[in-house]
């Protein structure tokens, strides 16, 4: 059974599924596994006849507490603001709006479409004060979950909320001290953290109606505890033992009182055997991997290994995408004959919507063979072959190993003349086999009984057609590429050999 279908085997009853992200960079393609997998959950359950909603949230009520190179020169001078407050790079409307749509924008790709909030509203709508006055009553018993977690002793005066200065409008410099039932008292502290400063502010002030924020795993368990949410995954890093994960989970059942949601940890994509990074220039955004992948493979890639499995996504310089694509195209076959294994499960929930039909599409390497060979050109108008031009040409400007950008040789090869008596006899009459024979299946056929009624092994036979042409000893499926070659060609060649 999936894995998706093993998890939610016995969930009835009223589900609420929660994902959020803070809107503040780069979106890395590992920022749409959540989204994806969140996304199946959904539609799983909603087949099943399940009351089910999901909702997706921007939490822009956090600080901007790091900033990508680009925007150190313009955006410094925010540093600690609000996401919701702080202006977008591009003029128009937040810095946290920038970077939320770009996620929106995303999801709609790969046809995930969740109930969107911002955290920011909801704090200014009050959606978060009862859950705020909790947390601020009961203070000490947050204090007391971090320090049986964390193994570490947290000052008296720690309350698990900041306010946004009145004075110089940061949030992420602000520690509130104390706490009489409606107002804070609060210190905008010049060195409370490393990458902002404070401006020294001090004060009361209500902590409702969006003046603040709670720290955001005491925000995670208000958020299960405000929503009812009942099933949320999250990455390995805050998954793992004592993480976030758990320290949230302990602060709902302590201080709220309430039953946790289901846990679901998926691990992360690595690249090379390590965590993937934007900044450190391992794995792909978000925009570059729907460039290279159609929205139903992407999806297909998020969901395809149990989410307890790291996933190796090297793709520069490998033929990792082709073998993916084909991989979907062998799944795809697979839930055409109704079976329950070769991934045909995942492929049918990769699709966008619940109405779909099959598609066929030729295979990924067959229409890279065509994109480099201009004497195929006439191909490309084939509508099996149109729907992958452009995540092929993609994938060979970009990505292809030099080895596998396999272009027909305009002169004979001169590792050609070193093939032996038998493989060169072998060629001869293989040109003759094209020129009566121009069906493929056929001809794959009529190519295997040739080189066994000659005693040519298999590998020796393709490796004779591949080199003859490509000069090197692979290439795409032999019967494909003999086919898209003009029949004067082929035989002007293999004689010439």
């Known amino acids: 059974m999936f894995w998706a279908d093993t998890l939610l ?10 994902d959020s992200t803070t809107p503040s960079g ?162 905008c502290q010049e060195n409370l953290v490393q990458w902002a400063k404070g401006c020294g502010q001090k004060g009361t002030m209500s902590p409702f109606g969006g003046n603040g924020k709670m720290s955001w795993k005491v925000e995670w368990a208000a958020k299960w505890w405000t929503f009812g949410v009942t099933i949320e995954g999250a990455g ?37 055997g390590k965590k993937m990074s934007s900044s450190k220039g391992l794995g792909l955004t ?19 290994t149990p989410p307890n499995q790291a996933v190796e996504f090297t793709p520069r310089g490998t033929d990792l995408i082709p073998r993916l694509f084909e991989d979907y195209r062998r799944a795809g076959e697979a839930f055409r004959e109704k079976s329950e294994e070769g991934g045909a499960r995942a492929y049918e929930l990769a699709q966008l919507s619940e109405k779909f039909e099959v598609t066929d599409s030729a295979p990924f390497g067959e229409v890279a063979m065509i994109l480099l060979n201009p004497s ?32 027909v040789q305009e002169k004979l090869p001169e590792s050609a003349k070193k093939l032996s008596d038998l493989q060169k006899d072998f060629l001869r009459q293989i040109a003759i086999l094209v020129e009566t024979t121009r069906e493929a299946k056929d001809l794959e056929v009529a190519v295997y009984e040739k080189a066994k009624a000659l005693g040519l092994g298999g ?7 591949y080199t003859a042409l490509l000069g090197k000893p692979n290439g795409p499926k032999a019967s494909f590429l003999l086919l898209s070659l003009d029949k004067d060609f082929i035989a002007k060649r293999f004689n010439e050999v």
């Not at 085997?9 to 929660?18: A, F, Y």
């Not at 290279?292 to 297909?300: G, H, K, Q, S, Y």
């Not at 195929?376 to 040409?393: F, G, N, S, T």
């Not at 590998?459 to 057609?465: E, G, L, N, T, Y």
């Open 9 to 18: 085997e016995e969930k009835t009853g009223k589900q609420l599924i929660n």
């Open 26 to 187: 780069m979106i890395h393609m590992g920022g749409l596994k959540g989204p994806i997998i969140h996304d199946v959950l959904h539609k799983i359950l909603k087949a099943k006849g399940v009351d089910v909603e999901y909702w997706y949230g921007f939490d822009d009520a956090d600080p901007i507490d790091g900033l990508p190179p680009e925007l150190r020169t313009t955006h410094e001078k925010y540093m600690g603001v609000p996401l919701h407050i702080a202006p977008s790079p591009t003029g128009e409307g937040s810095f946290g709006d920038h970077f939320m749509n770009k996620m929106i924008s995303l999801q709609e790709h790969v046809g995930v479409f969740p109930k969107i909030y911002r955290t920011s509203v909801l704090y200014k709508e009050g959606k978060f004060d009862k859950a705020t006055k909790n947390v601020l009553d009961n203070a000490a018993e947050v204090r007391k979950v971090y320090e049986e977690i964390y193994k570490k002793k947290i000052a008296d005066d720690w309350f698990p909320f900041q306010v946004i200065c009145p004075n110089c409008g940061k949030i992420g410099t602000t520690k509130v001290t104390a706490w009489d039932g409606k107002e804070v008292t609060y210190e």
């Open 236 to 272: 390995k890093d805050h998954a793992s033992a004592g993480g976030s994960y758990d320290v949230a989970m302990k602060i709902l059942s302590d201080v709220f009182k309430s039953e946790p949601p289901m846990k679901l940890a998926y691990e992360f994509f690595l690249s090379g």
């Open 286 to 304: 978000g925009e570059q991997l729907l460039e290279v992948l159609t929205p139903e493979i992407a999806r297909f890639l998020m969901i395809k």
């Open 376 to 407: 195929m050109k006439h191909m490309e108008k084939d509508a099996k072959v149109a729907q992958l031009i452009p995540y092929v040409k993609r994938w060979v400007d970009e990505f292809a190993p030099e080895d596998k950008k396999l272009v």
């Open 459 to 465: 590998k020796d036979a393709f490796a004779a057609i």
